[in-house]
């Protein structure tokens, strides 16, 4: 069933402010990342990815830095707007595995 | 992008009737679908990954008998769930992604309620 009394981390940010998110993954072999941003009922949108070969990747607005040492990855937004109001999914596709495990999520409240 | 469709968005039905939901890639084959539950505020919870032309694989804890899923062809998927009840509300999201990519496109998610 539905559980209730959740609340998501919630990072609070001026209008203009770059925006840091972080995730924690949990697999050391996961080989691949990905960002997904999701309004309100709606789908989760690709944002930008990252192998594990690489420990950043630039976007449109968006750095991606994944430290594989500590299996830390982070979405930077620059210049942060209101349409970034949303909640953020840092997902992480196993070596071989067929299958993307998505981290818990963090609120983004953009303030005019 | 790619997009992937959808279909419908909302559906309110009543306890013990079946209801079905599409999902179509549009623009790209899919030879791999995924169907996810969402609690609120809650992360995506994978129910099960269907290749085209073959059965679905579902998640620990998911009755396949109860989400019936069909993958008949490269740009289709499909998820029934039969005899609704109300612990069955919630927001379902199905997403695609085309042979050798890592990529995955999701739809803009189904809200189902059951009464």
């Known amino acids: 069933g539905e559980s209730v009394g959740l609340h998501l981390p919630t990072l609070s940010v001026q209008e203009g402010d770059n925006s840091i998110i972080n995730c924690a993954y949990s697999?050391?072999?996961?080989?691949?990342f990905i960002w997904y941003k999701q309004e309100s009922e709606k789908g989760p949108q690709f944002i930008i990815d990252?192998?594990?070969?690489?420990d950043k990747r630039q976007g449109q607005r968006v750095t991606v830095l994944l430290n594989k040492t500590v299996k830390h990855l982070s979405l930077q937004i620059a210049a942060t707007q209101p349409g970034d109001s949303a909640v953020y999914f840092c997902?992480?596709?196993?070596?071989?595995?067929?299958?993307?495990?998505f981290g818990k999520g963090n609120q983004v409240v953009v303030i005019p | 992008g790619a997009v992937v469709s959808q279909h419908p968005s909302r559906v309110i039905c009543k306890s013990g009737t079946s209801v079905k939901i599409e999902c179509r890639s549009l623009?790209?084959?899919?030879?791999?679908m995924f169907w996810y539950r969402q609690f609120p505020k809650q992360s995506l919870m994978l129910m099960a990954t269907?290749?085209?032309?073959?059965?679905?694989?579902?998640e620990q804890g998911v009755e396949k008998d109860k989400f019936l899923i069909n993958h008949a062809s490269l740009t289709l998927s499909t998820l029934t769930v039969t005899s609704a009840h109300p612990e069955d509300s919630s927001f379902y999201i199905c997403?695609?992604?085309?042979?050798?990519?890592?990529?995955?496109?999701f739809g803009a998610g189904t809200r189902l309620s059951v009464l």
């Open positions: 997403s695609a992604r085309g042979e050798g990519k890592n990529i995955q496109y």
């Open positions: 697999n050391s072999a996961s080989d691949y």
């Open positions: 269907s290749n085209e032309g073959s059965k679905a694989t579902y």
């Open positions: 623009d790209f084959q899919a030879t791999t």
């Open positions: 997902a992480e596709n196993e070596g071989g595995n067929n299958r993307l495990a």
């Open positions: 990252i192998r594990s070969n690489m």
